[in-house]
């Protein structure tokens, strides 16, 4: 989520457009939807994330479960066995 929130909050879309970031991980949603109930190791990241938010003028973040989304989650592990990042932004 860090990864994406920097990206966006630096694009131009950041104080004209929205982003909408889905997660299948309850904890990082909740974590950053109350950062007051995050774990105190991941402080420092949810600190910078919140921050980011902040820049961003219209953000909504959703937890999917994993088996509602079986597309997006073998994307996802088709990415973990890329040599390079892939980034892809749809206009």
Do not use: C
């Not at 420092?44 to 961003?56: D, E, N, R, Y």
């Amino acid at each position: 989520m860090r990864e994406v929130m920097v990206l966006f909050a630096a694009s131009s879309w950041a104080k004209s457009g929205g982003i909408n970031i889905e997660s299948d991980s309850k904890n990082a949603v909740s974590w950053i939807s109350k950062p007051i109930n995050a774990p105190w190791r991941l402080g420092q990241l949810i600190h910078q994330i919140t921050a980011l938010k902040g820049k961003v003028l219209d953000r909504q973040i959703h937890y999917i479960p994993r088996s509602g989304d079986e597309v997006a989650d073998n994307l996802a592990k088709t990415g973990i066995e890329r040599p390079n990042d892939l980034i892809r932004i749809h206009p």
